[in-house]
T-cell receptor
Framework: GAGVSQTPSNKVTEKGKYVELRCDPI?????LYWYRQSLGQGPEFLIY????????DSGLPNDRFFAVRPEGSVSTLKIQRTERGDSAVYLC???????????FGPGTRLTVL | GENVEQHPSTLSVQEGDSAVIKCTYS??????FPWYKQELGKRPQLIID?????GEKKDQRIAVTLNKTAKHFSLHITETQPEDSAVYFC??????????FGKGTRLHILP
């Protein structure tokens, strides 16, 4: 079946703007993870959903970042008042459950000018 | 929280030789250890993972070993090929929770 998909693949925005990044997990996967990857670094954990609820949001850097998964499938990562330091590739991953292997999407490259 | 250290940051090996990447973790409760391969501009791809109830796992030219007492785990690639060139990330997690990644190892396979 289809893998994890993310839209848009690229997003360029201006400092101070609001952005939404979307993740479509593999069908049937109950666990969903958001990561952020800066150039030359490993993925940095942001938030983890089990079903509709955020099981762990300890990686969100500040209150400008928020994520939802209202129906337990698609998730949206929302960033308010974007800053240049938010520029990175935002990766989404999903798994059948927390005990199963995680599979990543292709990422959204966010550039804040 | 968990902290994962990965070494070396860069590794060059002759084609056909073996490559070894080593990681350590800090949280003794971690019990799931995946390895990801990431080619330039691409998503991280899961290549192998190991859970804490086993000490070694093999899949063709790739093997992982885990020493829970020392909190070490390693990736071994034998008979390296040009297509093995990529960045490799180790990671650790308490299953049902987030994965924490190492900083990555850039592997170069020399012709």
């Amino acid at each position: 079946g289809a893998g994890v998909s993310q839209t848009p693949s690229n997003k360029v925005t201006e400092k101070g703007k609001y952005v939404e990044l979307r993740c479509d997990p593999i069908s049937g996967h109950t666990a969903l993870y958001w990561y952020r990857q800066s150039l030359g670094q490993g993925p940095e954990f942001l938030i983890y959903f089990q079903g509709t609820g955020a099981a762990d949001d300890s990686g969100l850097p500040n209150d400008r970042f928020f994520a939802v998964r209202p129906e337990g499938s698609v998730s949206t990562l929302k960033i308010q008042r974007t800053e240049r330091g938010d520029s990175a590739v935002y990766l989404c991953a999903s798994s059948l459950g927390g005990r199963e292997s995680r599979y990543f999407g292709p990422g959204t490259r966010l550039t804040v000018l | 929280g968990e902290n994962v250290e990965q070494h070396p940051s860069t590794l060059s090996v002759q084609e056909g030789d073996s490559a070894v990447i080593k990681c350590t973790y800090s949280d003794s409760a971690s019990n799931y250890f995946p390895w990801y391969k990431q080619e330039l501009g691409k998503r991280p791809q899961l290549i192998i993972d190991i859970r804490s109830n086993v000490g070694e796992k093999k899949d063709q030219r790739i093997a992982v070993t885990l020493n829970k007492t020392a909190k070490h785990f390693s990736l071994h690639i034998t008979e390296t090929q040009p297509e093995d060139s990529a960045v490799y990330f180790c990671a650790a997690s308490i299953v049902d929770d987030k994965i924490i990644f190492g900083k990555g190892t850039r592997l170069h396979i020399l012709p």
